[in-house]
């Protein structure tokens, strides 16, 4: 089988060698599939995505000794693509460590007679890659249902033409259907290819976060659907070309909670050139407008009325989701100290009855945005979501708290803490809704009946950690928290988390050590833990 992987890279070189004459001999090639401009991601490659011909072969064997293996489908509508860039992405799917696939390509009316000449050309070659070509162009929604029409297997892979799977993708989607048979949708991590080709802009996500997606499709590549989930949504929506993916996620997660699985591995390689949105955010202004629209129509199928706009402070593609003002009635607590957190939120909630929210403010935490309470509240009429929390700053106008990150040793980390508001931040985590595993104790908003339903805060915490402890019993219950950067409070004089009880953190790792070591979900393990700018995890685990 190495020999045959050897050959299938030396033909596919000689191949290119008849477009590019001086093209680079087949070692340089390899090298260049697994090498980055960036020097700090190039090191983190090193360690932990470079595969080996050995690695392949490990991953084809284990492969082949399972019993059972789901048939995959990459489908992959074609218009007009450099043949190099066609062949380099028909290629990633055929040199898959996992044997199990076909790829359903449609041609929707190329013009451009090389790429015409370079699909008739490689799918003679191979009868796993299965064709069909529109006389005419009829748009991307179009030639995606005609792929997905052809396509035998049970789960879809979706590929863009010109993007390029990593030799290991299938494999782990495979071996992930093994683990999770009721699995309807799997995700990825991702990066991009430079317009030499060189690996960069890493992209390392959360787990499944419902709200996060209210905000922009933090999911991109690589996606993979249950087909049968597939065809109950009617497939991709005709007329919301340029966001049909985002419109597919959103309708799929609208009407239930769909079974999705994250891997936290870089399966997926999106090419930035010049005509696509991955480098020319402006060059298609299309798939801004059918974004807030699939957005809008995912709001009113779920009954939540609001407005939806660009977010225009951030890079295209992120939304402001402005729900109504919620029903529910809410009373402010001001705490006094945070000592006796616990008993000062319970004791309040067992004296006052007469409403559905508390929203709790910690000594010297000020209102900046007169709706802030508004804000918050109205993200409550999400069923599953309990509690919300802001933004918080200092009086520099610098951020305390953006979103807490659980770590290992009960420390919560903030994210960009210390630096300005409107600091380019990654994934606009301290710009955007998105969720998070616990509120910030200066400022959130908390439902009535999620802590009757928990029986309250813990008052065997003497401070914040209360609330931690409670954010995580609500959590494991299959309650979701919100952080929204459009509630804005000022505190002065604000303890740190490093700052908080000792005894409190000593039992709360205690109580929640193996949660802590398998990591907070709305974060990522190739993410720092150690400084709060999200920077790459450099470390040899």
């Not at 789960?155 to 699995?183: K, M, Q, S």
């Not at 290992?408 to 301290?430: D, K, Q, R, S, W």
């Not at 029986?455 to 959590?475: H, K, Q, T």
Request: with cysteine.
């Amino acid at each position: 089988m190495l020999k045959n992987i050897i050959k299938y890279w030396q033909k596919w070189s000689a191949r290119k060698s008849k477009v590019h004459p001086k093209s680079q001999p087949i070692e340089v090639e390899l090298k260049r599939w697994a090498s980055s401009e960036w020097i700090e991601y190039q090191a983190w490659l090193f360690h932990h995505s470079f595969l080996t011909l050995h690695d392949w072969q490990q991953l084809r064997d284990k492969a082949l000794s399972w019993r059972h293996r789901p048939f995959l489908s990459i489908v992959t509508p074609v218009f007009n693509t450099h043949p190099d860039h066609l062949r380099e992405c028909i290629y990633s799917v055929q040199t898959q460590a996992y044997p199990d696939w076909e790829m359903c390509l449609v041609d929707d009316g190329s013009d451009n007679p090389e790429t015409v000449e370079c699909l008739q050309i490689l799918v003679l070659e191979d009868s796993r890659l299965r064709f069909r070509r529109f006389p005419r162009n009829q748009g991307i929604c179009q030639a995606t249902n005609q792929a997905l029409a052809m396509a035998c297997g049970d789960y879809i892979v979706f590929l863009d033409h010109d993007d390029r799977l990593a030799p290991d993708a299938l494999y782990h989607v495979a071996e992930t259907l093994r683990n999770h048979p009721d699995t309807e949708i799997i995700y990825s991590d991702r990066d991009s290819l430079s317009e030499r080709g060189f690996r960069f802009m890493h992209l390392f996500k959360p787990d499944w976060s419902p709200e996060t997606l209210l905000s922009g499709n933090y999911l991109f590549h690589l996606v993979v659907y249950q087909r049968k989930r597939l065809e109950q949504l009617g497939g991709v929506r005709i007329g919301l070309e340029g966001s049909q993916d985002y419109d597919l996620i959103l309708r799929a997660s609208a009407e239930k909670e769909p079974k999705v699985q994250h891997i936290s591995k870089v399966l997926y390689h999106w090419r930035q050139h010049k005509q696509s949105v991955a480098m020319e955010q402006n060059v298609k202004e299309y798939v801004y407008t059918t974004g807030v629209q699939a957005l809008q129509d995912t709001l009113k199928q779920r009954g939540l009325e609001a407005h939806v706009s660009e977010n225009k402070s951030l890079w295209r593609g992120h939304y402001r989701v402005r729900l109504n003002p919620s029903p529910g009635t809410y009373q402010v607590l001001h705490l006094s100290t945070l000592q006796d957190y616990a008993v000062q939120v319970n004791n309040h909630f067992e004296r006052e009855t007469n409403y559905d929210y508390l929203v709790i403010l910690g000594p010297n935490v000020q209102v900046i945005d007169k709706d802030a309470l508004t804000e918050l509240t109205s993200w409550l009429q999400i069923a599953a979501v309990g509690m919300v929390t802001g933004k918080v700053l200092d009086n520099q106008g610098h951020l305390l708290h953006a979103g807490l990150v659980q770590r290992p040793n009960g420390i919560p980390l903030a994210l960009y803490a210390g630096f300005p508001e409107n600091a380019p931040c990654y994934m606009a985590v301290t710009a955007i809704v998105r969720n998070v595993s616990s509120p910030h104790p200066a400022c959130y908003v908390l439902e009535r009946a999620l802590w009757q339903r928990l029986e309250g805060l813990n008052v065997d915490y003497i401070g914040p950690y209360a609330l931690l402890d409670f954010s995580l019993r609500a959590l494991t219950s299959g309650t979701r928290i919100v952080y929204t950067p459009f509630a804005r409070f000022l505190a002065t004089e604000w303890q740190t988390p490093e700052m908080w009880s000792e005894i409190d953190q000593q039992r709360f790792t205690e109580q929640w050590m193996a949660w802590l070591k398998q990591g907070d979900p709305y974060y990522n393990s190739h993410l720092t833990l150690e400084l709060a700018d999200m920077g790459l995890n450099l470390s040899i685990n």
